[in-house]
């Protein structure tokens, strides 16, 4: 059975006073938690409803990443249902089962997801329901009208799933009613069909208020999306070469000769630029900065570092610490250590703490005194 997963994100974070589904929790858009959450539970297709003004900056981010099934993006309303309408106007022909979420549930789970879907195939409709912890009373001016009693009572959570066909036939039914609905079950209640309850989950809760960002910082961490810290590493080596300048981290060294290179050979500065690249999984600096390309010729590595971090940034990556290694047999380092690690720091925009350089011979045995190498090792943290 083809199912498709619509996620509402057109609302207008009205209570929040901010986008609550573009705003970062834990350096990942809100949004892209129940996205990732949706590709792994068994589902076709992911259609993304957004408001129509917003919908480059949603792209955006979907665009640095990958997912195991089609992600789209449909402009919406400013009503829900009709909302959930252009979703599924743009799902796929095969689609046959409709799941409906609202993207400020970031943490909705694999096992709701799949209940929910278990639940509509033998019933036609399913939602997932969590008992109340509170006592809920009807109040009318200022007073307690009644008390209801708790044990008949669910709080609603989503996604809501539904036969494709069957939601198409309320929606008819019900008609111009249907925009008075905060939820897609009472579609089918009104329609008069039938609507079986499975079990929901306490941290599928809706991002309403600010406060529920500090809530969602502190749950974020379990919920497998991936803003781990990445690790790269990085290596470099070039020769000797007379009446070249020899510059390492940025640093120009009085030394008899340089190093052989298109562009300024500073070997030091593209291991760290391999690392960086190879910890983002962004290939290395031959596929970005061609070696056979004029435009890159003598060009200053530091320059093309600055591109480098740039291209995190837009990947939604930073930096955290570099630890660059220089083999050398010749010349000597020492004094120029602190000068590169500002270089470095500058370029790359953080503390010069948060910079190691080190340089190292081979004793004699190695490659080193033919050329110098180097080892770069970041880490690398979402923002
Ligand atoms: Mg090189």
């Not at 609550?20 to 589902?43: C, D, M, W």
């Not at 709701?112 to 195939?121: D, E, G, H, L, P």
């Not at 089918?188 to 809530?215: H, N, Y």
């Not at 340089?359 to 923002?383: F, M, N, P, Q, R």
């Amino acid at each position: 059975m083809f199912i498709s997963a619509i996620i509402l994100a057109a609302g207008r974070s009205e209570r929040m006073g901010f986008d609550k589904l573009l705003a970062k929790i834990n350096g990942t858009p809100a949004f892209l938690y129940s996205i990732h959450t949706f590709e792994r539970s068994g589902v076709n297709e992911i259609i993304l409803v957004v408001p129509a003004e917003k919908i480059s900056e949603y792209e955006k981010e979907l665009s640095c990443r990958r997912f195991a099934v089609p992600v789209r993006t449909v402009a919406g309303a400013d009503i829900r249902h009709r909302s959930a309408l252009f979703g599924i106007n743009a799902s796929d022909s095969r689609c046959e089962l409709l799941l409906i979420h609202d993207a400020a549930r970031p943490f909705v789970t694999e096992s709701m997801i799949q209940s929910v879907i278990a639940s509509v195939k033998e019933n036609t409709a399913a939602i997932p329901v969590v008992k109340l912890s509170d006592t809920v009373k009807f109040c009318e001016n200022g007073y307690v009208s009644g008390t209801p009693d708790r044990d008949s009572l669910r709080a609603v959570q989503t996604p809501q799933g539904f036969l494709k066909k069957d939601y198409l036939d309320a929606l008819e039914k019900v008609g111009e009613r249907a925009e008075k609905f905060t939820d897609d079950a009472s579609l089918f209640e009104a329609a008069g069909k039938k609507v079986v309850i499975t079990d929901g989950d306490p941290r599928c809760f809706k991002l309403t208020s600010p406060q529920d960002m500090l809530l969602a910082s502190m749950i974020a961490p379990n919920m497998g999306v991936d803003d781990m810290p990445r690790i790269g590493h990085g290596y470099d080596v070039h020769r000797f070469a007379e009446g070249r300048k020899l510059i390492l981290c940025g640093k120009e060294i009085e030394y008899g000769e340089g190093l052989l290179g298109h562009s300024d050979a500073d070997v030091a500065v593209h291991a760290l630029m391999d690392a960086m690249l190879g910890a983002a999984a962004l290939g290395d600096i031959g596929r970005h900065f061609p070696d056979n390309d004029p435009q890159y010729k003598g060009i200053s590595s530091i320059t093309l570092l600055k591109k480098v971090n740039a291209l995190l940034r837009e990947n939604g990556l930073a930096l955290s610490n570099a630890d660059i290694t220089i083999i050398a047999e010749r010349p000597k380092l020492k004094d120029h250590i602190e000068d590169m690690r500002g270089i470095i720091a500058d370029a790359v925009e953080i503390d010069i703490s948060r910079v190691s350089v080190k340089a190292t011979t081979e004793e004699g045995l190695g490659i080193a005194g033919k050329g110098i190498a180097a080892h770069a090792v970041v880490l690398l943290e979402s923002v």
